[in-house]
Antibody, heavy 116, light 112 residues
Framework: EVQLVESGGAVVQPGGSLRLSCAAS????????MHWVRQAPGEGLLWVSR????????IYADSVKGRFTISRDNAKNTLYLQMNSLTVEDTAIYYC?????????WGQGTLVTVSS | EIVLTQSPGTLSLSPGERATLSCRAS???????FAWYQQKPGQAPRLLIY???SRATGIPDRFSGSGSGTDFTLTISRLEPEDFAVYYC?????????????FGGGTKVEIK
């Protein structure tokens, strides 16, 4: 069974940093592109970033480019999102998701709150 | 950027009624990589429809998807109490677009 479990969400002050993790199990992690998607309170879904299976290719939404870094450790079956220079607008639930061509599988999300 | 516009924003219906949700793209998208999700409060999005018209595993046949190009539709033939939720459309895989993945703003299906 495919499982994605996010962790690392917390309350952080504006300007601070946080690293999210997504532990994957039930599939060969290195074979799949992975994404981060976020959802601000009461808002819709917003794609954040994607990384290819071997970690060679990454892409970001304009709103996080230069501040967030997506990475993965295929030996640990774990996806990461390093978030720097956080602002209140980054407050959201962050979901990791596996892209398997036409099928996306999602984790349950982790809450990041940026507040002073 | 491919913008997905969902309508209506809110749909007020009674159990047993038919729901028709629309998603219009600002330019043609790849049907293979067009999906619909259901989301309930406090839960992650749940994949309903992929490739515009294929039901995901375990999704009841009262849910159906159709469309191509720029116009897509999600139909719930007879609303059950558990179907009242927010629905999102998603597209990805269209070459040369940035960002590569976009979502519609959502349609809330509420009990009338």
């Amino acid at each position: 069974e495919v499982q994605l479990v996010e962790s690392g969400g917390a309350v952080v002050q504006p300007g601070g940093s946080l690293r999210l993790s997504c532990a994957a199990s039930g599939f060969i992690f290195s074979k799949f592109w992975m994404h981060w998607v976020r959802q601000a309170p009461g808002e819709g879904l917003l794609w954040v970033s994607r990384i290819e299976g071997d970690g060679s290719g990454t892409i970001y939404a304009d709103s996080v480019k230069g501040r967030f870094t997506i990475s993965r450790d295929n030996a640990k079956n774990t996806l990461y999102l390093q978030m720097n220079s956080l602002t209140v607008e980054d407050t959201a639930i962050y979901y990791c998701a596996r892209e398997n061509y036409e099928i996306w599988h999602w984790g349950q999300g982790t809450l990041v709150t940026v507040s002073s | 950027e491919i913008v997905l516009t969902q309508s209506p924003g809110t749909l007020s219906l009674s159990p047993g009624e038919r729901a028709t949700l629309s998603c219009r793209a600002s330019r043609s998208v790849v049907s293979r990589y067009f999906a619909w999700y259901q989301q309930k409060p406090g839960q992650a999005p749940r994949l309903l429809i992929y490739s515009a018209s294929s039901r995901a595993t375990g999704i009841p046949d009262r849910f159906s998807g159709s469309g191509s190009g720029t116009d897509f539709t999600l139909t719930i033939s007879r609303l059950e109490p558990e179907d009242f939720a927010v629905y999102y459309c998603q597209q990805y895989g269209t070459s040369g677009t940035s960002p590569p993945v976009t979502f519609g703003g959502g349609t809330k299906v509420e009990i009338k």
